[in-house]
Every structure is written in structure tokens, then in C-alpha cells.
């Protein structure tokens, strides 16, 4: 693919001025995309006192580590949710990286007498779903989602688009042969899909794997719904909600904290916390961005084709 | 195997759809305080829950999110159209990979932390633009209490996290295209951007197809995070924010009143639905072989 791109853009080209111009027109905009990001991380290097001086600026009258020192000496809760955020994410993708593939593997299998139906049965939920009111209703009083980790992983763990990304992945990468071999040589229906089949689907797992913990990283709105009076196990990105909303979030519920880190609290540096805060959450989606991108474009694509 | 999913189907998707009887009772918490015992012993209420419908803040909502995202499929398919041929057409493949990767980051940010990015450039008290601002002696404008800069914003936003993901996906149907084609054009005497017109953007019209199938199907559904977090579901601005998903949830939030909220998530769904239908069965009589199902 690359290599035909290449001769596409290679052949009888637009010309220099062209060029110059889509040169501009891209890199402009490329840069406007990761220009706030950029401009956070400086808003968290700078002192208070510019911020109180000329607000928040590129050129800050000058820095500071305070907010980071801030997030390290107030430990507690911070660290807590960022463990949250973890903990969600891994736990989630886990789990729901092996639904997605216990459900689609059946689906892709042409001797699955009931391919048809359950094909139906995921897919109809991308067309229709009963609502937000609804479904809350069923997920907190009658399956106890409410103020844990469960409600936090639960409603997320089954997407019908990653089924469909995974069942193409089956279907290009799998021929219907290898599981007859396999099926031959009397191999169960288990063994044969982790034994035979899941080696050769690796980059389909490894893509429906970051795009699941993506949803799981960033999630927050399932603690807007469900975490009414646990904020121990909230992530870090429904904590930053909270602190937009409430800027004296970490003070007031000074009693998530240790006692010298109550003491701390009172006189936050709590703008420049907050964007510190931020570039905690962005940074280990920037760190990994580069690796996993290319999965991540594969899954896409595939799903949207086939969607 | 199809087991846990299937039941996670159920439990999560299709008992909830049972639930929409929801929105045509006067659902309380009966005792003992058990789902269903809520819903059965809930008293009807017909079709009062959907009264909502003749109040002025429902037609602001509605139109706020069809034109919304009416302008912005729009907006994002040609901009993310042309940015695609634009890469691809790039002699310097080294930059184009890095002008790709730089678009497609905000993708993966939550809408928490791009409110974030912008509160940085409009807060009150320290935000960049206000503070420019003040540095020139003009008086601050206080963004999260004026409506006039909000749709502009809004859309910037929905750019900013959008296109490079529907560019990512535009440049890999353009990659896709067989370069014999490029070459039997270039023989014919058509010049570059003839090659684009006949070769690039027929090549890739599948794509778009479906890509607008299923935005047009999703026009009544608009996207939470970004209307809620960005604008930090402020009031003053709810003529220009308001979108029905942040009606449904604002309504269950502040007033509790589920039977109206469900009535106006169960519109929306049934509408939804609908759109989805019938762009798909429009896309089948022009072209079949690009509609969804």
C-alpha cells in the first residue's frame, strides 16, 4: 500500500507551487491540533504569580514546577484516581477484549447454526437503543451499578462496532481451512480458537485492544451517571470535571485527603494544578500515540468499510 | 462462547428497550424499591410525559442539534476530503505521515480535556483571550455568559477533534485506488487535478457514502461530551448549547422527572432509527452496492 502511494503521489505530480501550498495549508492545521496541548503543558510550568499577573500566556513572565510538586505532596486522592484510571482501563480491556472475541469468532464461522441471529442481535443495538433514562435505570437498580467499579466497567464492556472490526479480521485473515485442519488433527472447538486461530488474528486483538482501552482511558461519563457518593473510585478524568466545576474540589473535600495534605490545600496553586493534571491524563496516550496508531487506522478503516 | 456477550446484549441493550415504557408512566421509586416493581406499580400517565414537545426550549434544542450537525457533516466532509487528496498528493511522504499523525491526536482526547484546552483560551479570569483583553485596556468578554461566540467555538472544537479522523480514513479509501488508473488518466492527457476530479474522488466515493449514511442516520443524536463539557453546560448559553441528548440528561439530572426524560431519549431513538432506514434505502436505490445493509 505504501509503496503504491508512493508512485501515486510520484507520478506526474502537482507542481512546486502546489505543493508549497498544501505544505502550508496541512501544516497549519496540523499544528493548530496539538497547539492547545502545547500551550497547557506551559500554562502547568507556569508560577502563579504570572498567571495572576497577565493570565495565561506562551510567554509566562516566568515558570514554575510548583503545580507538579503540588500533585505529588497532595498524593491521596490524585493518586488515587490516576490509579483508577489504570486499573479501569486495564480491568476493562480485558475483559472486553475476550467478549469481543468469544462473540465475533461464532459469527465469522460459517457452520454456526445461529450466526444469523446473533449477527442480528449486536448489530440491531447500533441502529436502536431504549435511551440514556432507561438504561440507567436498569444498570443502577436492578444490576447494582451504582458507586463501584463495576458500574464504571460494566456498560462499556461489549461494542457491537469493535464485533464487527474483529469478525473482518476474522474473515481476511483466517482461511476456513486451517480450522478444518485443526478440526481434523481433533482439536476441540476452545483449544482450536486459542491455540490455532488467535495466533494468526493478533494485530485484529491488538487493535480492538487499544481501541477499547482508549474508550476505557477516557471515559467519563459513566461516573457522571453512576458515582454519586464513592469518589474513591472515580478516574482522573471525572475528577478534573469535578475541579472545572467546583474549583475548590480538592479543598473542600479535604477529608479524601491525608492530614498534612489537607494542610497543603489550602493555598493551591489550583490553576496550573489543574493543567498539571491535564498533561497527566494526556501523556500516556501522547507517550504510546506513535505506537499504536497504525492498529488503530486498521481498525477503523475495517470497521467503517464493513460497518 | 457468543454467551457473555449475548447476555451483556440483553441485559444492557435490550432490557432497557423494555424499559421505554418508562416514558409513558409517572415513574417512582415504589416499596420495595426494585425495578421492576417500579415499573409495573408506577402509575400511567399516557402521553403527558411528552407535553415537553409543545415548549419553546424543545424546538431551540432540536434546531440546535439538526443544524449543528447539519453544518458540521458538511464542514468536516470537505474539509476532510480535501486534506486527504491534499496528503496524498505530497511528494515529501515523510511529512505528510507527520502532518497525519499530528490531526489525528485530538481524536483521542476526551472532550474533559479538550474543555480544558479551551477553558485555557477563554476562562474568565485567566484565559488567554480575555487577559489579552484586559493588557489592552478593553474590557474582558465573559465567554461562558455570551451566546454570540458559542456556535463559532463549537465548531472549531468539532473540527479540531473530527477532521483529521475522517482525513485518516478518506487517505487510506485514496491509498486504496489502483495507481493504473492514475497512469491510463495521465496517458489520456488529463492533468493533475483532472486525475483528482475523475480518478481520486470516484475512487473514493464509497467511503463518503457511508460515512454520510452514518452521520445522517446519527443527526438527531448529538455528541454529549462536547456540549456538555465544553461549554461547561453553562445556562446563559443553553439557547445556542442545549442539544436534546444534553435536554435528556439535564432534565433527569436537575428535575428528576424520569418519565419525561425517557419520553424525549425514546423520540429521539425512534427518530433516529428512522433516518438511518431511510438514508440507507435512499443510498440503495441510487447505488446498492455502497448501502449499509
Excluded at chain 2, 50 to 67: D, E, K, V, Y
Aim: hydrophobic share 50%; glycine share 6%; aromatic share 14%.
Amino acid at each position: 500500500m505504501q509503496k503504491a502511494q508512493r508512485q501515486h503521489a510520484g507520478l506526474n505530480a502537482f507542481g512546486p507551487g502546489a505543493q508549497a501550498l498544501f505544505h502550508g495549508v496541512l501544516g497549519l492545521f496540523a499544528l493548530l491540533c496539538i497547539l492547545p496541548f502545547a500551550f497547557v503543558i506551559v500554562i502547568s510550568f507556569t508560577s502563579e504569580d504570572s498567571i495572576r499577573q497577565i493570565g495565561y500566556s506562551f510567554a509566562p513572565l516566568s515558570w514554575s514546577t510548583q503545580a507538579y510538586g503540588y500533585v505529588f505532596a497532595l498524593g491521596g486522592a490524585l493518586w488515587r484516581s490516576y490509579f483508577n484510571s489504570f486499573l479501569i482501563t486495564v480491568v476493562g480491556t480485558l475483559l472486553s477484549v475476550s467478549i469481543c472475541v468469544l462473540y465475533s469468532y461464532p459469527l465469522y464461522r460459517k457452520d454456526f447454526r445461529y450466526r444469523g441471529f446473533f449477527n442480528f442481535l449486536s448489530f440491531f443495538t447500533m441502529i436502536f437503543g431504549g435511551g440514556l433514562v432507561p438504561t440507567f435505570v436498569v444498570c443502577k437498580t436492578l444490576l447494582g451499578l451504582s458507586d463501584n467499579y463495576a458500574a464504571l466497567i460494566v456498560p462499556l464492556l461489549f461494542s457491537p462496532f469493535n464485533v464487527i472490526v474483529m469478525r473482518t479480521f476474522f474473515q481476511t485473515t483466517v482461511p476456513g481451512e486451517l480450522i478444518e485442519a485443526a478440526t481434523i488433527d481433533g482439536a476441540g472447538e476452545y483449544r482450536t480458537l486459542l491455540q490455532v486461530v488467535l495466533p494468526v488474528v493478533k494485530p485484529g486483538i491488538a487493535t480492538i485492544a487499544l481501541l477499547n482501552a482508549l474508550a476505557f482511558w477516557n471515559e467519563w461519563f459513566l461516573s457522571l451517571l453512576y458515582i454519586t457518593k464513592n469518589m474513591d473510585v472515580i478516574p482522573l478524568q471525572y475528577l478534573l470535571m469535578r475541579m472545572q466545576r467546583n474549583a475548590d474540589f480538592l479543598a473542600k473535600n479535604a477529608g479524601m485527603l491525608g492530614a498534612d495534605a489537607a494542610k497543603a490545600a489550602r493555598n493551591l496553586p489550583s490553576q496550573s494544578l489543574k493543567m498539571a493534571l491535564v498533561v497527566f491524563i494526556v501523556v500516556p496516550i501522547a507517550c504510546a500515540y506513535p505506537f499504536f496508531q497504525r492498529y488503530v487506522v486498521a481498525g477503523l478503516t475495517v470497521g467503517s468499510v464493513k460497518g | 462462547m457468543v454467551m457473555p456477550g449475548a447476555i451483556w446484549l440483553l441485559l444492557i441493550r435490550y432490557l432497557p428497550m423494555l424499559g421505554v415504557v418508562i416514558a409513558f408512566k409517572n415513574y417512582k421509586a415504589q416499596k420495595p424499591n426494585t425495578f421492576w416493581n417500579n415499573l409495573i406499580k408506577s402509575d400511567w400517565v399516557g402521553l403527558k410525559n411528552f407535553q415537553f414537545l409543545s415548549s419553546p426550549a424543545t424546538a431551540t434544542m432540536i434546531r440546535n442539534t439538526l443544524a449543528y450537525n447539519a453544518v458540521w457533516i458538511a464542514l468536516v466532509l470537505v474539509i476532510a476530503v480535501t486534506f486527504a487528496v491534499m496528503m496524498s498528493e505530497l511528494k515529501n511522504r515523510f511529512m505528510a505521515k507527520a502532518y497525519q499523525t499530528m490531526m489525528f491526536f485530538p481524536y483521542f482526547l476526551s472532550w474533559v480535556v479538550a474543555s480544558y484546552f479551551v477553558l485555557a483560551f477563554l476562562d474568565p479570569t485567566s484565559g488567554m483571550i480575555p487577559s489579552i483583553q484586559k493588557s489592552l485596556g478593553l474590557k474582558p468578554t465573559q465567554f461562558y455568559m455570551t451566546t454570540t461566540w458559542w456556535p463559532l467555538i463549537l465548531t472549531l472544537s468539532n473540527l479540531w477533534k473530527n477532521v483529521g479522523y475522517s482525513s485518516v480514513l478518506y487517505l487510506a479509501a485514496i491509498t486504496g485506488i489502483d495507481t493504473t488508473l492514475y497512469e491510463a488518466a495521465a496517458v489520456d492527457g488529463a492533468t493533475k487535478p483532472q486525475q483528482v476530479w475523475h480518478v481520486t474522488l470516484p475512487g473514493i466515493r464509497p467511503m463518503i457514502v457511508i460515512l454520510l449514511i452514518m452521520s445522517v442516520g446519527k443527526i438527531f443524536n448529538a455528541d454529549f461530551g462536547l456540549f456538555y463539557n465544553v461549554p461547561q453546560n453553562s445556562g446563559p448559553l443553553y439557547p445556542v448549547t442545549q442539544v436534546i441528548d444534553t435536554y435528556v440528561y439535564n432534565t433527569y439530572a436537575n428535575t428528576h422527572n424520569m418519565g419525561m426524560s425517557a419520553a424525549a431519549g425514546l423520540l429521539q431513538s425512534v427518530v433516529g432509527c428512522l433516518c438511518i432506514v431511510a438514508t440507507n434505502a435512499i443510498v440503495s436505490r441510487i447505488d446498492s452496492e455502497s448501502a449499509l445493509f
